[in-house]
């Protein structure tokens, strides 16, 4: 059994910085990587950002430059250091982690609402 609980998330102005973080129930180490997701209304889930195992980490092009993941292994938590924040950045946003082979096990946090207002 493995839970993820998102926090961080709320109503900021275009142009502040946000940081999310996502708690797992057991060690971030264990999974083979933990990344966010983003869904805003009428949209696609996509990727934002992800971070391996073994540190790499891959951002969407939309928010490279400007978006930050990272981990605290001692806390097993997860974080998305979001700057710059643009309007079309709002959306839930939800902690996601894989593990086994391919990555076939697939965990999701309940999501956390950011909003940027212009």
């Known amino acids: 059994q493995v839970q993820l609980v998102e926090s961080g998330g709320g109503l900021v102005q275009a142009g502040r910085s946000l940081t999310l973080s996502c708690a797992a129930s057991r060690s971030i180490l264990s999974f083979n990587s933990m990344g966010w997701y983003r869904q805003a209304p009428g949209k696609q889930r996509e990727l934002a950002a992800i971070i391996s195992t073994g540190g790499s980490t891959n951002y969407a092009d939309s928010v490279k430059g400007r978006f930050t993941i990272s981990r605290d292994t001692a806390k097993n938590t997860v974080y998305l250091q979001m700057n710059s924040l643009k309007p079309e950045d709002s959306a839930v946003y939800y902690c996601?982690?894989?593990?086994?082979?391919?990555?076939?096990?697939?965990?999701w946090g309940q999501g956390t609402q950011v909003t940027v207002s212009s």
């Open positions: 996601n982690a894989r593990e086994g082979q391919l990555s076939r096990n697939v965990y």
